[in-house]
T-cell receptor
Framework: AQTVTQSQPEMSVQEAETVTLSCTYDTSESDYYLFWYKQPPSRQMILVIRQEAYKQQNATENRFSVNFQKAAKSFSLKISDSQLGDAAMYFCAYSRGGSQGNLIFGKGTKLSVKP | EAQVTQNPRYLITVTGKKLTVTCSQNMNHEYMSWYRQDPGLGLRQIYYSMNVEVTDKGDVPEGYKVSRKEKRNFPLILESPSPNQTSLYFC???????????????FGAGSRLTVL
């Protein structure tokens, strides 16, 4: 069975600094997707970034980028120039290709941003 | 506005009193799903539906029922709620397996349920 592990329950970063959130996953599939979702205090689930396993290039979205290491089954999220609005719970998630949206989530990392 | 709408957003009920959490999407998505979120456990899938009249169990289906009679609606039914079903519930939807937007879920705002 596929699993997703986030080993950092809590992280803290100074405003304007860079922080990296870790995620590892386990799968025997070759076609899959990886995601980072942000959950601010409003509880809304917001897609931050998506990576397709068949793509070698790491996905980026403005200040958010990933380091996708397929062989190591690692999918870390880097947040550059951290802002107060980045404070949230971050979830890493895995989805098998063709499953249409059956996501397996990690337990989350709570990120605090210090002014 | 494209969205997934859940109701109620907040509910306090008592053990054994049947309740339904509604979910509706206006994006013509084939796929819909229910998750529950508990502290320290992340989100866990309860049930999902690939299309109308097609539903299947997720990882934690016990104590829940679903139905998919129309494409836009996917209600979650708790026939006899118990305190261990106190949780934050999310409905989500996505298109089918089209490559461009594959597996990207749009979430509802969440429903906080407390069972006393």
């Amino acid at each position: 069975a596929q699993t997703v592990t986030q080993s950092q329950p809590e992280m803290s970063v100074q405003e304007a600094e860079t922080v990296t959130l870790s995620c590892t996953y386990d799968t025997s599939e070759s076609d899959y997707y990886l995601f980072w979702y942000k959950q601010p205090p409003s509880r809304q689930m917001i897609l931050v970034i998506r990576q397709e396993a068949y793509k070698q290039q790491n996905a980026t979205e403005n200040r958010f980028s990933v380091n996708f290491q397929k062989a190591a089954k690692s999918f870390s999220l880097k947040i550059s120039d951290s802002q107060l609005g980045d404070a949230a719970m971050y979830f890493c998630a895995y989805s098998r290709g063709g499953s249409q949206g059956n996501l397996i989530f990690g337990k989350g990392t709570k990120l605090s941003v210090k002014p | 506005e494209a969205q997934v709408t859940q109701n109620p957003r907040y509910l306090i009920t008592v053990t054994g009193k049947k309740l339904t959490v509604t979910c509706s999407q206006n994006m013509n998505h084939e796929y819909m799903s229910w998750y529950r979120q508990d502290p320290g456990l992340g989100l866990r899938q309860i049930y999902y539906s690939m299309n109308v009249e097609v539903t299947d169990k997720g990882d934690v289906p016990e104590g829940y029922k679903v139905s998919r009679k129309e494409k836009r609606n996917f209600p979650l039914i708790l026939e006899s709620p118990s305190p261990n079903q106190t949780s934050l519930y999310f409905c989500a939807s996505s298109f089918g397996s089209s490559r461009s937007g594959a597996n990207v879920l749009t979430f509802g705002a969440g429903s906080r349920l407390t069972v006393l």
